[in-house]
């Protein structure tokens, strides 16, 4: 478990839950922690044990660290999302011949 979701996580809170960023950072922090006791990933976390960290994190959480969303995201250049790998492997393919 790498937690790669945690970012997303963070900025969820500043974004939704009206969170100071370096309050959000720890917070994410807190729900790591607790995602590594109980090893499971942030996702598999209740929204109930998010909710003890932060009263603020609502159901919605769950769609916003899910990994598939996590990786759509990243869409600038080298990105993870699926649009940016078929570049990559078309720029790749060229190289190749």
Known sequence: RGYLNATDLADWLVQHADVAFRDAHHLTGQLVKLAEEKKCGLEDLSLAQMQAVHPKITADI????????????????????????????????????
């Open 62 to 97: 769950f769609a916003a660290i899910a990994i598939d969303a996590c990786v759509a995201r990243r869409v600038s250049l080298g990105g993870t999302a699926p649009a940016r790998v078929k570049e990559a492997l078309a720029t790749a393919k060229k190289a190749v011949g």
